[in-house]
C-alpha cells in the first residue's frame, strides 16, 4: 500500500458524459499527479499540481481538467467523454515536486474508467 | 519533449536466470530515472530508481545502471523468481521548465519460465 488512495474504483459511463475522479495524496505529500494507462498509448503523464498550483502539464486534453484543494486532495475532471478515454486512471504524489526536485512518486490503485 | 524507448518488448528467461531491461532517452537535461514493476490491473510499484549524479546503484537482487553520455540505462534482475514476473516501466523526468511529470517507456513483460 503506497498511502495514496483514489476513488472510485471502477466507473462506468456513457460517450458525452462528465465524470469525476478523486485522489488523495499519501500524508504530507505536497505534489499530485495524474497519469493516464491505455493500452495503445501507454502510461501518459496528464498534469501536476504542487501545494494547489498547476505546476505542468503533459498530454491532457482540453476537455480534461484538474484541481488540487486546501486539503491538498485532488480531482481530475472529464467531460465529453469519448470511447477513447476509457482507460485507467492513476493519480501519483511525491513530498515536494519543486522545479529542482526529483521526487520520488508513489501511485495510488488507479481508478477504471469505462465509456461505453 | 523527452521521449524513452524501452526494450525488449518481452522477455523470457529460465528461473535463476538473469534479465536485463534497457531504455534510452532524449533529453539530456532528465536527471532522474525510476524503474516500475506492475502487475496486471495492479498499480505501478517503484523497484529502484537512479539520479544522475550516480552511475549504478543495487539493491538486493536488482540494479539499475546509467550512462549519461549515451543517455541510456538499464535494470538488471539476477537470480529471477516466478514472482519477478510482471510488466516493467522505465521512465525518466526532471528536465527543464520545473516539469516533474514522468515520461514512461512502453514496458517489458517479463516472463519468468520455472
Known amino acids: 500500500d503506497s498511502g495514496v488512495t483514489q476513488t472510485p474504483k471502477h466507473l462506468i459511463t456513457a460517450t458525452g458524459q462528465r465524470v469525476t475522479l478523486r485522489c488523495s495524496p499519501r500524508?504530507?505529500?505536497?505534489?499530485v499527479y495524474w497519469y493516464q494507462q491505455s493500452l495503445d498509448q501507454g502510461l501518459q503523464f496528464l498534469i501536476q499540481y504542487y501545494n494547489g498550483e498547476e505546476r505542468a502539464k503533459g498530454n491532457i486534453l482540453e476537455r480534461f481538467s484538474a484541481q488540487q484543494f486546501p486539503d491538498l486532495h485532488s480531482e481530475l475532471n472529464l467531460s465529453s467523454l469519448e470511447l477513447g478515454d476509457s482507460a485507467l486512471y492513476f493519480c501519483?504524489?511525491?513530498?515536494?515536486?519543486?522545479?529542482?526536485?526529483?521526487?520520488?512518486?508513489?501511485f495510488g490503485p488507479g481508478t477504471r474508467l469505462t465509456v461505453l | 519533449g523527452e521521449n524513452v524507448e524501452q526494450h525488449p518488448s518481452t522477455l523470457s528467461v529460465q528461473e535463476g536466470d538473469s534479465a536485463v531491461i534497457k531504455c534510452t532517452y532524449s533529453?539530456?537535461?532528465?536527471?532522474?530515472f525510476p524503474w516500475y514493476k506492475q502487475e496486471l490491473g495492479k498499480r505501478p510499484q517503484l523497484i529502484i530508481d537512479i539520479r544522475s549524479n550516480v552511475g549504478e546503484k543495487k539493491d538486493q537482487r536488482i540494479a539499475v545502471t546509467l550512462n549519461k553520455t549515451a543517455k541510456h540505462f538499464s535494470l538488471h534482475i539476477t537470480e529471477t523468481q516466478p514472482e519477478d514476473s510482471a510488466v516493467y516501466f522505465c521512465a525518466a523526468s526532471g528536465s527543464g521548465g520545473g516539469a516533474d511529470g514522468l515520461t514512461f517507456g512502453k514496458g517489458t513483460h517479463l516472463i519468468i519460465q520455472p
Open positions: 500524508s504530507g505529500d505536497l505534489s
Open positions: 533529453d539530456s537535461a532528465s536527471n532522474y
Open positions: 501519483a504524489s511525491s513530498p515536494f515536486g519543486r522545479p529542482t526536485s526529483t521526487d520520488t512518486q508513489y
